[in-house]
């Protein structure tokens, strides 16, 4: 099967990273994890199942040494794939943005864009709804060929022209139901199955 990268972030959906990681391993692909510090607040790294790269693996000796491997570009160059779910609102932002100051987002920048990207946001209903997601996920279609999207469209709305425009991405559209938070509406991980289907 595939080398699939999956990429955690600090949504309370992160919870559900031994599960992804356990289905897709399950589907005979290899994996490896790279995990923001907010990520690892959500699981039990041991309970992963694979090889977890945290922003201290990043830089591990004393300092920098002219040979030393460089992980962020050693993960891209592993990886045939690149899933990261949850996506929270910061690193969409990230993402939309070009920021690498974590090892996550620097793997992001330096992908290669032949390799395909599975993106699965999950945030709050109105961290989903605000403005700025619209504007993020319209700049990450941009960047994968999406084309002239329509400004009138909303996020819902949004993520199947993604899907149907953009070569080499795929997005999971988060769901309706009640959040950790207690509010109820849109902004839900998708489950673990469509998601691992999607990779």
């Known amino acids: 099967m595939s080398n699939v990268l999956l990429g955690l972030t600090g949504s309370v959906a992160a919870v559900k990273a031994p599960e992804l990681a356990a289905a897709l391993l399950a ?25 977890l790269v945290r922003d201290a693996d990043e830089w591990p000796g004393e300092r920098y040494e002219r040979g030393d491997a460089v992980k962020h570009i050693e993960l891209r160059k592993w990886a ?26 620097c793997v992001w920048r330096a992908w290669d864009p032949a390799k ?29 060929g999406a084309g002239h999207i329509p400004g009138h469209l909303d996020q819902n709305q949004l993520v199947p022209v993604m899907n149907d425009r953009c070569k080499g991405l795929r997005v999971a559209a988060p769901v309706s139901k009640a959040l950790a938070c207690g509010d109820v509406g849109i902004g839900a991980m998708a489950d673990v199955a469509t998601i691992a289907g999607m990779v």
């Open 116 to 144: 395909p990207v599975v993106l699965a946001p999950s945030m709050n209903t109105l961290m989903w709804e605000n403005s700025f997601t619209r504007r993020h996920l319209r700049s990450i279609a941009a960047d994968f």
């Open 27 to 51: 589907k005979g692909h290899a994996v490896k994890a790279v995990a923001t510090d907010a990520a690892t607040y959500f699981f039990n790294p041991a309970a992963l199942g694979c090889e």
């Open 80 to 105: 045939d794939l690149f899933l990261i779910a949850p996506l929270d609102a910061n690193t969409l932002a990230k993402l939309a943005l070009g920021l690498c100051d974590n090892a996550l987002t």
